[in-house]
Structure formats: structure tokens, C-alpha cells
């Protein structure tokens, strides 16, 4: 079993930064895959970033791609979200995932463990 909290939203005008983090507990928080998602208001929950097991791979979703970086500590038992150059189209509540395999998914239905959100806003 796997419990994971997200923390690090706020409001920011557009161009700024934010860092997100997830913390997660549990005894097989090495194992899992983890990823983030958004759901903006009226819209279904889409993926962002995504990372494996040991960190050496991470997918983006194309729209955050150059901008967002996706990481983790697994000494922490903490996975974070970089999220840089923010537009108004970022403008969501932030979920984070993690997945019972070590595998980068994009899927937001392969995903067994999730957080309650963190919004972010990000006025123009």
C-alpha cells in the first residue's frame, strides 16, 4: 500500500515558477512508477509528467514539454515537479500518482495510488 500527499501549489502570474512535491509512505514507495496529473475546471484529468522506478526515465505530455521537469528522491520518499515559464493554460489542480509497476505510464488508469490535489493558478 501506497499513500501519496501533494503540497506546493499557489498563485503565480504568468511567467513565474512553482515547485510541487509529493510525498508518498508506505513500504514500496521504491517500487513505483509516479507520475503527475491536472484537471482544469470543466475538463477531464489529463497527464502530465511521469517518471520510473529509479528515476532514469520520465515522459512529458507535449503541452508542458521544455518547461516542466520531473524528478525524484527516493531517499526522501519525495517526488517533485518543476514548473517553469507558467501560462494562464496551466491553471489547475494538480494530482499526484503513483502505480504499482516500476514503468513510466502515461495512462492516468494504470495508476493504483493517488493524492487529493494541489491547485495551481496562474494569472495572466
Known amino acids: 500500500q501506497v499513500q501519496v500527499g501533494e503540497s506546493g501549489g499557489g498563485l503565480v502570474q504568468a511567467g513565474g515558477s512553482l515547485r510541487l512535491s509529493c510525498a508518498a509512505s508506505g513500504r514500496t514507495f521504491r517500487s513505483p512508477a509516479m507520475g503527475w496529473f491536472r484537471q482544469a475546471p470543466g475538463k477531464e484529468r489529463e497527464f502530465v509528467a511521469a517518471i520510473s522506478r529509479s528515476g532514469s526515465s520520465s515522459a512529458y505530455a507535449d503541452s508542458v514539454k521544455g518547461r516542466f521537469t520531473i524528478s525524484r528522491d527516493n531517499a526522501k ?8 515559464s507558467l501560462k494562464p493554460e496551466d491553471t489547475a489542480v494538480y494530482y499526484c500518482a503513483a502505480r504499482s509497476s516500476g514503468v513510466v505510464s502515461t495512462s492516468l488508469n494504470e495508476y493504483d495510488y493517488w493524492g487529493q490535489g494541489t491547485q495551481v493558478t496562474v494569472s495572466s
Open 77 to 84: 520518499n519525495t517526488m517533485y515537479l518543476q514548473m517553469n
